[in-house]
C-alpha cells in the first residue's frame, strides 16, 4: 500500500498542473504527493505529510494499493508523473509495481527527494529524472540525518540528478559551495531556489540570488507554483 497525502477535501494528493520548481519547471504533469519524511526541516511547506505532532495522520494521509493510485492518475491526459512528498523515496519499494505498469503505458517519471536515501535498481531504471534537494544547517536537521554521503555520492555520478537548494540567508551559499565542491556536482546541475512561502518573500530573497548564480556559476529557479497560486494544497 501506499502512504499518500490528502488534499484539504480529503481526496488524494494526485493532480494535474505544471511542474513549479527545478530544470521542469513549466512542464505540465500529474503530480503524486506521498507521506512521510525522514527530516523535519524547519521551513517545510508540506509538513500535513509528516508532522504527526501538529497534524493528524488518519486526516491527512490515505492508504492505497498502487492498482487503485493507477486509475487516479490515467484519467488525466498526461504522460508525465512527478512523485513527491514529503520522502517519497521511503516508499520506493512500494512505488515500484506503479512505476512498472505505468512506463509499460508509456509514462515518464521525476522524483523529489531530498537526497538522504539510496535508490533501488528498479527506481534507477524507470527515473527519468532526479531532483534532490539536499538541506542546509538552516534547516533545522541535524548534519547526520541531512547529509548521507554515500547517498549524495551516488546522485552525483548519475547524470539525470539535478541539485536543487532551497536557500534562506545568504549564508546558506557557502555552504552550498561547499558541498559542491565535496560532492563535485556539475556546476550546471546545481540550482539555487529562495525559500518563501509567498510571491513577496521570494521576490525579497531573488535579487541578491539571482546575483550569487551569476557570481558563483549556479542555475537560479524560483518557485512558480507560489507566483501562481501562493501556498495552496493540491495546485
Ligand atoms: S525533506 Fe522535504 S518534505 Fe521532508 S521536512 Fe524537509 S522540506 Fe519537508
Known amino acids: 500500500m501506499l502512504k499518500v497525502s490528502r488534499k484539504a477535501g480529503g481526496e488524494p494528493e494526485i493532480f494535474h498542473s505544471i511542474q513549479g520548481e527545478g530544470v521542469s519547471m513549466g512542464k505540465p504533469s500529474v503530480f503524486l504527493r506521498l507521506a512521510t519524511c525522514n527530516l523535519a526541516c524547519r521551513w517545510c511547506d508540506t509538513k500535513y505529510t509528516w508532522d504527526w505532532q501538529n497534524f493528524d495522520y488518519r486526516t491527512e494521509v490515505v492508504e492505497l494499493a498502487p492498482e487503485d493510485v493507477e486509475r487516479r492518475i490515467t484519467p488525466y491526459d498526461c504522460k508525465h508523473v512527478v512523485v513527491t512528498g514529503g520522502e517519497p523515496m521511503l516508499q520506493q519499494t512500494e512505488l515500484e509495481p506503479l512505476l512498472e505498469s505505468l512506463a509499460a503505458d508509456g509514462y515518464s517519471f521525476e522524483v523529489e527527494t531530498n537526497g538522504t536515501l539510496i535508490p533501488q535498481p528498479a527506481m534507477l531504471s524507470h527515473i527519468g529524472q532526479w531532483n534532490v534537494s539536499p538541506k542546509l544547517r538552516t534547516s533545522g536537521n541535524p548534519e547526520e540525518q541531512r547529509e548521507v554521503p554515500l547517498a549524495l555520492e551516488t546522485f552525483a555520478q548519475m547524470a539525470n540528478a539535478y541539485f536543487k537548494f532551497v536557500v534562506s540567508v545568504e549564508s546558506d551559499l557557502d555552504e552550498i559551495c561547499a558541498l559542491s565542491d565535496r560532492y563535485s556536482l556539475a556546476p550546471e546541475r546545481v540550482l539555487l531556489m529562495p525559500e518563501g512561502r509567498t510571491p513577496d518573500s521570494l521576490a525579497r530573497k531573488s535579487s541578491w540570488l539571482t ?19 501562493g501556498d495552496e494544497r493540491g495546485r
Open 211 to 229: 546575483e550569487a548564480c551569476v557570481r558563483l556559476g549556479f542555475r537560479f529557479a524560483t518557485r512558480l507554483h507560489i507566483l501562481l497560486w
